[in-house]
């Protein structure tokens, strides 16, 4: 199997399928930092980065910005003082796509 951070992130349109409760069990284990929560009535995948200082958040943001200008795919970020918490979606299907943990999974490969 090709690991998430390997794969292609693919165009969401309207009407693409949610990730099923079957894809999510195998897709999961590869981002385990990453938590799924609900907000809205839509299921999104959440992780906090911790940092030693707003430099270093700030940098990390940066780079998750650019995975996703490159992928055409956008999280909300959130920068703090030593924190960075990255929420990842898909607006267009309001709610959870494969894309969204190849996302995490890249941004994982980050630090």
Known sequence: MIELKDRTCEACRVGAPL????EIAELK???PDW???ELDGMQRLVRTFKFGNF???LDFT???GEIAEDQGH????TTE???VTVTWWSRKI???HVSDFIMAARTDDLL
């Open 29 to 31: 284990p590869q981002i």
């Open 55 to 57: 430099r270093e958040a």
């Open 81 to 83: 003082w030593g924190k």
């Open 35 to 37: 938590e799924i929560l």
């Open 94 to 96: 309001k709610g959870l």
């Open 62 to 64: 940066m780079k998750v």
């Open 74 to 77: 956008h999280p909300t970020i």
């Open 19 to 22: 990730v099923t409760p079957e």
